[in-house]
């Protein structure tokens, strides 16, 4: 079993899912089961096979999250400085065809969200920007194509 990093804001926001996918949605599963029961036959009761599709799913989705919470090194961002780029780090980048200025963060897998400014450490971009420094130019090979980016700071909130 291979530990892989994670945030600790990350690491809060599976363990809020896995608290409400256990308290909240398979009591509401078990419930709506029940219900379709009692309309008598199930063969053919399409309200029941939903309901058990949804009570898998969701069953699913706990045994995932109880395997990547049991599976995952919190790191304290806070606790973490200097000028090397490594998980945890926000960075600002500057797109050397465009002027494009954007930041992101270097989070886990699952917490990994471009829109909000996460990437996954796995990411081409995570990969590229690992172990450089403020001034550094990188390319990153994107889906798109390749592209230049210029380090103007490496930051750990």
């Known amino acids: 079993m291979d530990k892989f990093p994670m945030t600790a804001g990350g690491h809060l926001a599976l363990e809020e899912e896995l608290k409400r996918r256990q308290q909240v949605e398979r009591p509401r599963i078990i419930q709506a089961i029940a219900e379709a029961r009692s309309h008598g036959d199930l063969s053919e ?13 969701n069953e699913g989705r706990i045994a995932e999250l109880e ?19 490594m998980f945890g780090a926000t960075v600002t ?10 930041t992101y963060q270097i989070v886990g897998e699952s917490e990994a969200d471009v829109k909000a400014g996460r990437v996954s450490i796995t990411s081409p971009t995570a990969r590229a ?18 592209k230049s980016y210029e380090i103007l700071n490496v930051a750990f909130q």
Request: proline share 2%.
């Open 45 to 57: 009761n399409a309200e029941y096979h939903a309901a058990k599709e949804a009570q898998s799913l």
């Open 67 to 85: 395997d990547k919470l049991s599976r995952a090194e919190v790191i304290d961002v806070s606790k973490l400085s200097g000028t090397t780029i």
């Open 93 to 102: 980048l500057v797109d050397e065809d465009t002027e494009e200025k954007k």
């Open 129 to 146: 920007l690992i172990g450089k420094k403020i001034g550094d130019s990188v390319e990153v090979n994107t889906p798109g194509g390749g």
